[in-house]
């Protein structure tokens, strides 16, 4: 699960800014995206989340784009098969040869439709609920003579919502002009398979004289991975475990390895004594999760791993020597510790890169630095965080073998800044950069049209390519 999106989806639900949401909700053939995949265009034609990409992406854009101004919901069938010349449209031809049936769908004055988003993403992001989002693709009243099911942007029950959850059952819309038993029990029947199964279906649902087109999707929480241990090993893994899109909690019990500062952003950092870190996430121990052991030591590693026993989790890793892990595992078959659960757990973990020192300061401040960048996509841009992203680069203050001014605007104290070519002495200069003392002016600019709301295309392209 994107939880960008989905925090993003909620944003917009609670600001009233018209949007859509565009869903994969049938493929066929090789697709780059499976059924379910979505992204979120606004008016303006800002994207989160993608459904592939390419032109199969920017055909389903433009009409998203253009949905979220005068809302309606409609199908959009987009073709990956492409017959003509490759070489045609700068080679950006799709050639998947499959096909994707998409579904855009807006929420404009429909407060009903809102309402029961704003509970699915209440129970996904607060509560950690699982639950299944179910919507009409399509209708008819079923006769002799019907072929085809009725999936116009006039059909009035496309784009209507049901969710349901093991712990709050079924929940429609309240202004769903259908509310009989037999539906409820259809939809309640794909829902629960859809849980087993663990994939999106397309069925078509029949309750008296009609039929009707569901898509049914599994929406479950971000997995979550636990590290415990603060220091230099679990920092890179903290910083790998968000780009994957896992909710991360750090704890140390040493109150000074357990900072903050310490992590890329997003990562939850706690200190407190091990034992009572597992003992409070007990609710949360389940095959959703993944647990890393870290420690500085193997007395910490098998107190946490003690805590774990028995535990069915999604993943358990511990790092040490061969010989740490072997006397680990002994201490726990001693005390008659069950052999198999043990051996379950991955240890020791780790890739030999041939590298003998801990991960480089510089590549952890590009990692923060992609992460402010994919995660706060939709916070205005300002000088702040630009240098912020320039001191995360630099964190030595040097380029090579250079001092630099980190964090901060060039100046031309050491002469213009040129790019250059050719031996000491015969240089041939290719560029000079505008005087620094118009930065300050330009770079406001350039700030004040990144956050405006333009019409244009994402895309902007040079004059002088």
Known sequence: MSSILYRRWRQYLHSQEPFS??????????TPRSAGAKMLVDRTGKVVGTIGGGCPEAEAWQEAKAAASQGGNTLLNVNLAHTGDLLKDGGEAMICGGRLLVLVETFK??????????????????????????????SHKHTPTSKALTTSREEP???????????????SQEDSPLSSEELSAALESLAQKVIAKGEALCQVVSYGNYEMEIFAELIAPSKRLYIAGAGHVSRPVAAIGKMCGFEVTVNDDRQLYADPHLFVEGVKVVSKPFTEFFTELEPYLDRDCAVVLVTR???????CLRCLIGKELGYIGMIGSRRRTVIIMEHLLSDGVDPSWLAKVHAPIGLDLGGETPISRDIEGVVEMMLD??????????????????AAL?????????????????????????????????????YE????????????DLIDYINSETEEDCLIHSPNP
């Open 109 to 138: 004055e429909q407060p009903a439709k809102v309402k029961l988003m704003e509970e699915l993403l209440e129970r996904l992001l607060d509560k950690g609920q699982t639950v299944v989002n179910m919507v009409c693709l399509g």
């Open 394 to 430: 630099f964190p030595t203050g040097f380029s090579g073998m250079y001092k630099i001014n980190v964090g901060n605007y060039r100046t031309d104290k050491q002469g213009p800044m040129q790019v250059v070519s050719g031996y000491a002495g015969k240089e041939k200069v290719h």
């Open 297 to 303: 030591g193997h007395k910490h590693d098998e107190e």
């Open 157 to 171: 029950l496309l784009g209507k919502h049901w969710l349901y959850g093991p712990q709050d059952g079924l929940q």
């Open 21 to 30: 949401l565009v869903t994969v909700v049938k493929t066929y053939g090789s």
């Open 433 to 444: 950069a505008p005087p620094a003392e118009f930065l300050e002016f330009e770079m406001q």
């Open 373 to 390: 960048a994919t995660q706060n996509y939709t916070q205005n841009m300002t000088k702040e965080r630009i240098i912020g992203w320039h």
